[in-house]
T-cell receptor, first 115, second 113 residues
């Protein structure tokens, strides 16, 4: 069954701690994305990656970091520098980033709460 | 720069009534348009997409959308809604060669019995 998995579903952390959110896909997609979702603000792009070992900042990259060592994995680290990290985080993938169709497939999301 | 505006943040309707969720976009070049649905505490699922060809696009769950180039709109419609359609709906666009989708703010559809 092809798809995107994100773990964990819910995550609680203390303020000042770094935390890493997992995203894995078995769709053989080249491109992967991380979005942050806050109520009433839609989806905002944090980082995206078109190929292994390469990634670009999105609109709100400050306080976040990513890596892309394997095609199927794109973990997101929320660092202590992120001022307001409590949010719903969505991972997505698409066949290729620059293609015109660029249909993105989404994971189920991780809800991060920083106490 | 391209942008997407969803004109209503919330739309309440009664069950079995028709609904239209409005989406306008701004772009000086050809666009590819998408509607996604998000059920509570879940990821997004593609409802339908306009890439080219017929301006009336049919999607899953009985939804359809019409691409109107002159009005720069891509409104989503369903003739008769069900309680299970309660969700948030996002309009998004992509440009030829663009690296990323541009999303609207979302419209929360609430179905009342």
């Amino acid at each position: 069954d092809g798809g995107i998995t994100q773990s964990p579903k819910y995550l609680f952390r203390k303020e000042g701690q770094n935390v890493t959110l997992s995203c894995e896909q078995n769709l053989n997609h080249d491109a992967m994305y991380w979005y942050r979702q806050d109520p009433g603000q839609g989806l905002r792009l944090i980082y995206y990656s078109q190929i292994v070992n390469d990634f670009q900042k999105g609109d709100i990259a400050e306080g976040y970091s990513v890596s892309r060592e394997k095609k199927e994995s794109f973990p997101l680290t929320v660092t202590s520098a992120q001022k307001n990290p409590t949010a719903f985080y969505l991972c997505a993938s698409s066949e290729i980033a620059g293609g015109p169709y660029n249909e993105q497939f989404f994971g189920p999301g991780t809800r991060l709460t920083v106490l | 720069a391209q942008s997407v505006t969803q004109l209503d943040s919330q739309v309440p309707v009664f069950e079995e009534a028709p609904v239209e969720l409005r989406c306008n976009y701004s772009s000086s070049v050809s666009v590819y348009l998408f509607w996604y649905v998000q059920y509570p505490n879940q990821g997004l699922q593609l409802l339908l997409k306009y890439l080219s060809g017929s301006t009336l696009v049919k999607g899953i769950n009985g939804f359809e959308a019409e691409f109107n180039k002159s009005q720069t709109s891509f409104h989503l419609r369903k003739p008769s809604v069900h309680i299970s359609d309660t969700a948030e709906y996002f309009c998004a666009l992509n440009l030829e060669g663009a690296q990323k989708l541009v999303f609207g703010q979302g419209t929360r559809l609430t179905i009342n019995p």
